[in-house]
Nanobody
């Protein structure tokens, strides 16, 4: 099974920044797109961002456009989610996932297209 490991979560004040990391294998980065998702208790998991394996093109949900940036470093086998201008409503457990497609279908990704999930990392935005 594909293994993905997230890190970088924590507590930050509104307006602050965090960078999440998702480390996986070289094979996964070459052949799977990587998505970032988040979930709060009592709500469905939602897609936040995705980076296509084919050309590295990004996708973002509307509420994070202009604030979050997804990128990848193949030398480090890692996908990053840089989160700036954080808001309390960004508070959630963030997960990365390997998506079967080589091109992201936006951020509304069906669960059936997910091969594996990371364990999640908590992001809390609060003063």
């Amino acid at each position: 099974q594909v293994q993905l490991v997230e890190s970088g979560g924590g507590l930050v004040q509104p307006g602050g920044s965090l960078r999440l990391s998702c480390t996986t294998s070289p094979y996964i980065l070459n052949y799977y797109s990587i998505g970032w998702f988040r979930q709060v208790p009592g709500k469905e998991r939602e897609g936040v961002s995705c980076i296509s394996s084919s050309d590295g093109s990004p996708s973002y949900r509307d509420s994070v456009k202009g604030r979050f940036t997804i990128s990848r470093d193949k030398a480090k086998n890692t996908v990053y989610l840089q989160m700036n201008s954080l808001r309390p409503e960004d508070t959630a457990v963030y997960y990365c996932a390997a998506v079967y497609l080589d091109s992201c279908p936006g951020t509304d990704i069906a669960t059936s297209l997910i091969d594996s999930w990371g364990q999640g990392t908590q992001v809390t935005v609060s003063s």
